[in-house]
């Protein structure tokens, strides 16, 4: 399994053709506090780059985007049910889709954790 990140603080872990996706800690610290969580439902076909869901915080509301192209094979209702677990584990429990890759080659223009630390200045 691998894990790269994206500029807008989204993360995707693969496994083959199939991917978990969600957004980084440094992302849900920059929120604050998640009240609400909206992803495009399964079988939703997205762009790399395309917007595959919405994150509300007390601060601000966020697009996430799809950090490569393919079908959403299934959204985790843990976030969308308590938002708050966003907070508590963005990068584990609480990721926000799987997805079919439809391009596995768009990956190589993400970032590794090093890259992606090295952007946040971790």
Request: glycine residues 10%; proline residues 5%.
């Given at each position: 399994?691998?894990?790269?990140?994206t500029?807008?603080h989204?993360?995707?872990?693969?496994?083959?053709?199939?991917?978990?996706?969600?957004?980084?800690?440094?992302?849900?610290?920059?929120?604050?506090?998640?009240?609400?969580?909206?992803?495009?439902?399964?079988?939703?076909?997205?762009?790399?780059?395309?917007?595959?869901?919405?994150?509300?915080?007390?601060?601000?509301?966020?697009?996430?985007?799809?950090?490569a192209?393919?079908?959403?094979?299934?959204?985790?209702?843990?976030?969308?049910?308590?938002?708050a677990?966003?907070n508590?584990?963005?990068?584990?429990?609480?990721?926000?889709?799987?997805?079919?890759?439809?391009?596995?080659?768009?990956?190589?223009?993400?970032?590794d954790?090093?890259?992606?630390?090295?952007?946040?200045?971790?």
């Amino acid at each position: 399994m691998t894990t790269y990140y994206t500029e807008d603080h989204e993360w995707i872990r693969v496994e083959g053709d199939s991917a978990t996706v969600g957004i980084t800690k440094h992302a849900a610290d920059a929120l604050g506090d998640v009240v609400f969580v909206e992803m495009k439902p399964a079988g939703t076909t997205v762009a790399k780059g395309g917007e595959c869901g919405t994150v509300e915080s007390v601060k601000a509301a966020s697009e996430i985007y799809a950090p490569a192209s393919g079908e959403i094979t299934e959204v985790n209702a843990g976030p969308a049910d308590a938002p708050a677990s966003l907070n508590d584990d963005p990068e584990g429990a609480a990721w926000l889709c799987r997805m079919r890759l439809s391009d596995p080659s768009e990956l190589d223009a993400l970032m590794d954790r090093a890259a992606y630390d090295a952007l946040i200045g971790a």
